[in-house]
C-alpha cells in the first residue's frame, strides 16, 4: 500500500470524529447544555427532518436502537448509507483505495427527497400517528 | 489517460481533470463505463439532517440531477449539476456552522449580561 496523502488533514479529520464520538457518547445532548440547540428550532419553533439526530447519535452510542429510533429514524435509517458513503470516499481520497461508490438512479434520490420532505413536514403535525415522529 | 493540457495522470473514465479541471470526455462514455462524476449525495443527506434544511434540500435536488443526466448521457450537464450539488452542500455546511456560533455567541453575551445586571 502507497503512503497515504495529506497525512495532518487525515489526522484532523479522524481526530474531529472521535472527538465528537466522545463527547456524543458521555454527555446526553437533552439533558446537557454543551451542544448548542438547533437554530432552526430555536427561531421557528418547527422541528426539522434533522431534529433530534444528535440525541438518537448518543442513544446509538449506547446500544438503545429503538429510542434511537424514536427520537429520529431517518438518520438511523441513513446512517448505513451515509456511513458507507464517507468510507468509500475517504478510501479513495487518502489511499487511494477504491471500493464501489453506491450509484442511486435519479428516481430513487427524488423518493429520498419526498421522504425527507414529508417527514419534516409531518413530524411538525400535532395529531395523534403523527406526533410519535416528532423527537 | 494523462490530461491534454496539464499532464495529470487521470483515471480511464474520467470526466473532470483533478489537477486543472480540464474538460476530459465530450460525450457519453462506451457502453458499460459509467463516467465518475461525483453527485455529493452522501454530503447533502449529511447537511440536511444536521440542520440547515432549505440549502440541504437544494443540493438533494442537484445530485438527483447529476444522477439523471449521467444515465441520460449528459455529460456537461451532469458537471454543471455537480459543480451546484458540491456549492450548495458547502453553502449549507457553511451557513450551519455560523448561525450555531452567532448562536452560541449570543448566549455567552447573554449570560454575560444577565451576571452583570444581578451584580
Known amino acids: 500500500m502507497q503512503a497515504f496523502k495529506k497525512p495532518f488533514f487525515l489526522i484532523g479529520i479522524v481526530m474531529l470524529i472521535m472527538g465528537a464520538g466522545v463527547l456524543l457518547f458521555m454527555y446526553n445532548p437533552s439533558v446537557s447544555s454543551i451542544f448548542p440547540p438547533c437554530p432552526f428550532h430555536k427561531l421557528t419553533g418547527l422541528y426539522c427532518p434533522g431534529c433530534g439526530s444528535l440525541r438518537a447519535l448518543h442513544q446509538l452510542l449506547h446500544g438503545n436502537v429503538l429510542a434511537a429510533l424514536d427520537l429520529n429514524f431517518m438518520m438511523v435509517l441513513s446512517l448505513p448509507f451515509v456511513g458507507y458513503g464517507l468510507l468509500a470516499q475517504g478510501l479513495r481520497y487518502f489511499f487511494d483505495i477504491k471500493i464501489p461508490i453506491v450509484f442511486l438512479p435519479a428516481g430513487l434520490i427524488w423518493i429520498i427527497f419526498g421522504l425527507i420532505v414529508a417527514y419534516g413536514i409531518a413530524r411538525n403535525i400535532p395529531v395523534s400517528p403523527l406526533t410519535y415522529l416528532a423527537p | ?119
Do not use: H
Open chain 2, 1 to 119: 489517460m494523462y490530461c491534454p493540457r496539464c499532464g495529470t495522470k487521470n483515471e480511464d473514465n474520467a470526466v473532470q481533470c483533478p489537477g486543472c479541471g480540464q474538460q476530459l470526455m465530450a460525450q457519453a462514455p462506451p457502453q458499460g463505463v459509467r463516467p465518475d462524476i461525483p453527485n455529493y449525495l452522501v454530503q447533502s443527506i449529511l447537511v440536511t439532517l444536521l440542520c440547515c434544511l432549505p440549502c440541504g434540500i437544494v443540493a438533494i435536488v442537484y445530485a438527483a440531477q447529476v444522477n439523471g443526466k449521467i444515465t441520460a448521457g449528459d455529460i456537461p450537464g451532469a458537471i454543471d449539476s455537480s459543480q451546484k450539488a458540491k456549492t450548495w452542500s458547502w453553502v449549507a455546511f457553511g451557513l450551519g456552522l455560523a448561525a450555531i456560533v452567532i448562536q452560541v455567541i449570543l448566549t455567552l453575551v447573554g449570560a454575560g449580561f444577565a451576571s452583570a445586571t444581578q451584580q
